[in-house]
């Protein structure tokens, strides 16, 4: 049962990382987005702040790859540390809930840190489990 619920959390993380890493794209094409990161000091990001956005794009879909992996939900990429990338990712995801809640954006605040947070606990569970 245990093993079952892994996999279920890292399918629900996996897929929240793919999301952001959309809504990353939709900020580096333009869109208005731009009150829900970075402290909501820009609607549109600026150029050079785009290719940021594509970096964390990729960042967060190696994130999925990781998380689904360490759960075994696939086999391959047996080469990935997955344990000590699992500390890296739920660490990281702990002082982005930090930020984030400290953003002196309202959008940010209260939409990135309950997600963050709660992405924070699920990795917690899947590096614990």
């Given at each position: ?121 699920l990795c917690l ?5």
């Amino acid at each position: 049962m245990q093993s079952n619920m892994v996999i279920i959390a890292s399918i629900i993380v996996a897929v929240i990382f793919v999301s952001l890493a959309i809504f990353q794209e939709f900020l580096t094409l333009g869109f208005p987005f731009g009150e829900y990161t970075l402290g909501g000091k820009y609607k549109i990001l600026p150029k050079k702040l785009r290719t940021v956005s594509t970096m964390s794009s990729l960042i967060l879909l190696f994130m999925a790859v990781v998380v689904l992996k360490h759960a075994k939900v696939f086999s391959g990429l047996d080469f990935l540390p997955t344990n000590i990338l699992m500390w890296i990712i739920t660490v990281a995801l702990g002082l982005m809930t930090l930020v984030n809640f400290l953003s002196q954006s309202k959008k940010e605040k209260y939409t990135m840190t309950p997600l963050s947070a709660i992405t924070f606990l699920l990795c917690l569970y899947i590096t614990l489990a």
